[in-house]
């Protein structure tokens, strides 16, 4: 009995410094991810309030608003909401997790953006594509306030008066990129379009390894925080239901993947860090989607001399509020034009008008 006990605490997997599960079912998250109360942030003063988007499965998210939204009920100026899907290899923090909570009241105040930040569901108790099902669920519940209703857990009127829904934006970090990516072409297999994709550190992958990724760490003369044999296994583990790492959903680039050309969104920002083992699959996305006949804006921001997620991680610095800068110029540029609903718009006043005489 004590030996087969013994045996049931072995160490079954473990992926550092994500987490650890053992043959008895326990598992382990290694990250420091304390989850933290909403607030009225004292640094930014940034208000954030924890909302259920659906019920039956636990779907939640966490809502930030800007002291310029919460000084009035009916804002003089309605603001870009964001929607974003925190990162941690798909298996660990939450949209309460302190760094995560920190960064959203940064990015909110320095954007002067309302965000909604996604509590998916994590593997490997909830394996992919559960994550991707939570953030599709959770854009189609911001979208609807557009018109004043909301599936499942309902409006919420905050949002409803703050956000200016014809400019909805994606954003994500390292896995959370990952998620942003498969929304967005999720959007354009239905014929619709967010204003803009802002991807930092995309967790893309694939067999065959690209530039640096094939080095070992041993002969490599950068260190960085994770290796090839990480994400290999990271894989695979989040998505029992795989065909292998040119799965479409994690190579974007692999053979038979979706055409990113029909993308359902108008810009595209994609951030890479130069340490990061990431870094490569990063750019190769941003030039397949400027010749892939996409046609809108996409623009690639790298940022010297740090690794894989740095803004969320360090402490702050100079390299993350240049960072910062660069996304809220994004979330703010000029002459906006997309709407999430505007082709599925166009099509059904067409619709109600019949055919052209």
């Not at 991810?33 to 779907?59: E, F, M, Q, Y």
Request: net charge neutral; with cysteine; glycine share 8%.
């Amino acid at each position: 009995m004590e030996i087969a006990a013994a045996a049931s605490d072995k160490i079954n997997f473990e992926i550092l410094p994500f987490l650890r599960t053992y043959r008895s079912g326990r598992i382990e998250r290694l990250l420091p991810a304390k989850p933290v109360p909403p607030s009225v942030d004292p640094r930014t003063r940034v208000s954030s309030a924890d909302i259920t988007i659906n019920p039956n499965t636990g779907l939640s998210a966490r809502l930030y608003l800007p002291p310029s939204a919460v000084m009035s009920r009916r804002p003089a100026r309605k603001l870009p909401v964001i929607v974003y899907c925190h990162g941690g290899g798909f298996c660990t923090f939450g949209a309460s997790s302190l760094p995560y909570h920190s960064y959203l009241n940064s990015l909110v105040a320095e954007a002067d953006v309302v965000a909604v930040s996604v509590d998916y569901r994590l593997a490997p108790e909830h394996p992919l594509p559960a994550a991707y099902d939570d953030s599709w669920e959770a854009l189609l519940w911001v979208a609807e306030h557009a018109y004043g209703v909301a599936s499942a857990g309902g409006i919420d009127w905050r949002l409803a008066e703050a956000g200016d829904f014809s400019r909805i934006f994606l954003a994500g970090d390292s896995s959370g990129a990952n998620i942003v990516h498969n929304v967005g072409v999720k959007l354009g297999e239905w014929g619709m379009e967010v204003e803009g994709m802002a991807m930092v550190h995309p967790f893309f992958w694939g067999k065959e390894r690209m530039g640096s990724e094939g080095r070992s760490p041993e002969n490599s003369k950068k260190k960085t925080m994770f290796n090839a044999r990480d994400f290999d296994s990271l894989w695979p583990f989040v998505c029992p239901g795989t065909n292998g790492l040119d799965d479409p959903r994690v190579n974007p680039m692999a053979v038979g993947a979706p055409g990113l050309a029909a993308l359902g969104c108008r810009r595209v920002l994609v951030s890479t860090a130069e340490s990061d083992l990431l870094r490569e699959r990063g750019r190769a996305y941003y030039e397949r989607l400027r010749v892939s006949g996409w046609g809108s804006e996409a623009e690639l921001c790298e940022i010297k001399g740090k690794d894989h997620d740095f803004h969320i991680i360090e402490r702050p610095c100079r390299e993350a509020a240049e960072l910062l800068r660069r996304l809220a110029g994004f979330f703010n540029e000029e002459n906006m034009k997309g709407s999430f609903w505007q082709r599925k718009d166009l099509e059904a006043g067409a619709r109600a008008e019949g055919p052209a005489r």
